[in-house]
């Protein structure tokens, strides 16, 4: 992952991978548009949106487990087994992360009910 100053993005003197920003921009669609309608209609924004993060788990565990396997799998055949180990526990620290952001978001809604 590459980063930028601020200032280099807002001057535009960095390139962008327009390609990589439309797949996204896609996926994310399309995810939305899967989401049946009656969820937008549901009493409460959250229950929505755990059906929403639902879906979205569903697809970013395949995309993790398969460009993890992927990664890991290259580096084991190119020799760089400490790259391999990296690569493999840094997919499963975002996996973990991601199953883990629902409760994480409800403790913080208990902190703030309650001000």
């Keep these: 992952m590459k980063t930028y100053s ?19 921009t896609g996926i994310a669609t399309i995810a939305i548009l899967l989401v049946p309608s009656d969820v937008y209609a549901s009493s409460s924004i959250d229950q929505g949106a755990r059906v929403i ?19 890991t799998i290259n ?6 087994f400490n790259t391999a180990k990296k690569s493999f526990f840094g997919y499963l620290v975002v996996y973990m992360v991601l199953q883990g952001l629902p ?3 409800d403790e913080v809604d208990k902190v703030f009910h309650n001000i």
């Design 103 to 105: 409760w994480a978001m």
């Design 75 to 80: 580096n084991v055949v190119q020799g760089d």
């Design 53 to 71: 993060y639902g879906k979205l788990l569903e697809v970013g565990k395949w995309i993790i487990i398969i460009k993890g396997a992927l990664d």
């Design 6 to 24: 601020f200032d280099s993005f807002m001057k535009g003197t960095h390139k962008t991978n327009y390609k990589k920003v439309a797949t996204y």
